[in-house]
């Protein structure tokens, strides 16, 4: 089975930073693509930053020069470093996973005090 764990998530002030792992209990060396997603209550779940295996990004508008997602292959890891939040960041953080078909983690809570 492939297992997708998140950490890091916590409660930070707002303009402080965090920084979310996922590990994959398979090699994410040939993932097409890895992504992140979060959802707030009562809020539909919105791509974060996503990176292709080419190394390529792309980021919600909403969090573009903030936020930047990174992977490491010999860990099976994948980064997701989060500055200068904000409490309209506040959100359960998914990891999701390309390599045939997508896989979820079961997410991490980040919550952005004022």
């Known amino acids: 089975q492939v297992q997708l764990v998140e950490s890091g998530g916590g409660l930070v002030q707002a303009g402080g930073s965090l920084r979310l792992s996922c590990a994959a209990s398979?090699?994410?060396?040939?993932?097409?693509?890895m992504s992140w997603y979060r959802q707030a209550p009562g809020k539909q779940r919105e791509l974060v930053a996503s990176?292709?295996?080419?190394?390529?990004?792309d980021y919600a508008d909403s969090v573009k020069g903030r936020f930047t997602i990174s992977r490491d292959n010999a860990k099976d890891t994948v980064y997701l470093r989060m500055n200068s939040l904000k409490p309209e960041d506040t959100a359960v953080y998914y990891c999701k996973v390309i390599w045939v078909y997508a896989y979820w983690g079961q997410g991490t809570q980040v919550t952005v005090s004022s």
């Open positions: 398979i090699s994410i060396f040939r993932a097409k693509t």
């Open positions: 990176i292709t295996s080419d190394g390529n990004t």
